[in-house]
């Protein structure tokens, strides 16, 4: 195979030789490659991203120091030192999650997860910055509940879900987490009454590092790496994550994952 052809290309001209040894072999090396490809993105995408926030500590520092008869001027520039740091260390966090999850490897130890917790756990968890916005939780009769793979992750997506809800609407507006139990399925539901996301844009907020409004994005502290996790979060677990939307208006993120099967335990 050639670089740059796609698997089906490299089917149509390979098969007619007839070796099912040659085709799989080709295959394999265009899968490989474009794993490294997707590596080596990231990597050139981590290092960007880091720089930002290393290089205004750096600025922030100098000016402490430049500062030091000025205690108000040393105070203010400490304060987004210190900002500046919990940004950074929010996206080392977020860079290393997401990376173990990139590596597709199975959850290690996988075991039943309460989808109620799970809610109540993330939904705690994010209050902390959802000031005035108004949270409800709505359970649609997933009590006692559970989907099989990892609290810990599941618990992340959903958190990430709310912290956004929160993130992305104004004061006094609502969020609403509901839960739903499907035959097959569970849905988590967040659904916020925020800005919205321009149609154009709803295919790419799941990619790694993508924002929406980079400027906006700067105010509420954002990585761009949220929904990538809870995007490999939903892989990883069977399950998948659709999103509704009208700009202006709000959204909706639905997650859905398998219910819980007596089989997956062994
Ligand atoms: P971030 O850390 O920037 O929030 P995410 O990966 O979680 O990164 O989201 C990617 C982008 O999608 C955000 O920067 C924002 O532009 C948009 N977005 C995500 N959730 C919402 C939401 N609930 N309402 C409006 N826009 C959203």
């Not at 400490?78 to 950074?88: A, P, Y």
């Not at 959903?158 to 499907?182: E, M």
């Not at 509420?220 to 677990?237: D, P, R």
């Amino acid at each position: 195979g050639r670089p740059g052809l796609s698997p089906r290309h490299v089917t149509a001209r390979v098969a007619p030789l007839g070796s099912r040894l040659v085709l799989a072999l080709v295959e394999d090396r265009t899968r490989e490659r474009q794993v490294e490809a997707v590596r080596r993105d990231f990597v050139a995408n981590v290092s960007h991203e880091l720089k930002t926030p290393v290089g205004a500590i750096r600025l922030l520092a100098e000016a402490v120091a430049d500062a030091a008869d000025d205690p108000e001027a040393v105070h203010r520039f400490s304060g987004r030192m210190l900002t500046e740091s919990d940004r950074l260390s929010r996206l080392v966090q977020q860079i290393i999650e997401l990376s173990r999850l990139q590596a597709n490897e199975p959850i290690e130890g996988p075991a039943p997860v309460s989808v109620d917790d799970v809610v109540k756990t993330a939904v705690d968890t994010s209050a902390i910055d959802a000031d005035s916005r108004h949270i409800s939780v709505v359970s649609g009769g997933t009590e006692g509940l559970e989907v099989y793979g990892s609290t810990e992750q599941v618990t992340a997506a959903v958190a990430n879900l709310v912290a956004n809800a929160i993130a992305y609407s104004g004061d006094g507006s609502t969020v609403l987490v509901t839960t739903k139990a499907l035959p097959e399925t569970v849905e988590i539901s967040v659904v916020d009454q925020g800005i919205g996301i321009p149609e154009s844009e709803v295919e790419r907020i799941f990619e790694r590092f993508y924002r929406v409004d980079p400027a906006r994005h700067r105010s509420t502290g954002g990585t761009g790496l949220g929904l990538s996790i809870v995007k490999h979060v939903a892989a990883t677990h069977g399950g998948d994550i659709r999103v509704w939307s009208v700009e202006g208006q709000g959204s909706t993120f639905t997650l859905t994952l398998p219910r819980r099967k007596q089989e997956n335990e062994q």
